[in-house]
């Protein structure tokens, strides 16, 4: 099984970026995907998840901001990201775990065996 994550990049605050995660070599449908990041100095924290239900969750702090549409067909997890603070900056990474995770445990790291290598996210002032 893989996570592939691109799309990452430098912006100024108020700008917008959108990453890319694809997965492969997984034979379940029932799986949840999620976003995390983390900034130096800092742990990771979730930003935003979904359930194969399409049930969503997102961190307060990217409320209204971000979203992640997912494309099943293509086993595709984006996450667009509008409206970037300074504070948005990190390493954004891909999770993948069997079942519906999220709805029950939320964006917990713990639930989530499977990562990606991570793409970067600079926003400047």
């Known amino acids: 099984v893989q996570l592939v994550e691109s799309g990452g990049g430098a912006v100024q605050a108020g700008g917008s970026l959108r990453l890319s995660c694809v997965a492969s070599g997984y034979p379940y449908k029932t799986t949840c995907m999620a976003w995390f990041r983390q900034a130096p100095g800092k742990e990771r924290e979730g930003v935003a998840g979904i359930d194969s239900d399409g049930s969503t969750r997102y961190a307060d702090s990217v409320k209204g901001r971000f979203t992640i549409p997912r494309d099943h067909a293509t086993d595709t997890l984006d996450l667009q990201m509008d409206s970037l603070e300074p504070e948005d900056t990190a390493m954004y990474y891909c999770?993948?775990?069997?079942?519906?995770?999220?709805?029950?445990?939320?964006?917990?790291?713990?639930?989530?065996?499977?990562w990606g290598s991570g793409t970067q996210v600079n926003v400047s002032s």
């Open positions: 999770a993948l775990a069997f079942g519906d995770l999220i709805a029950p445990y939320g964006l917990n790291p713990g639930i989530f065996g499977l």
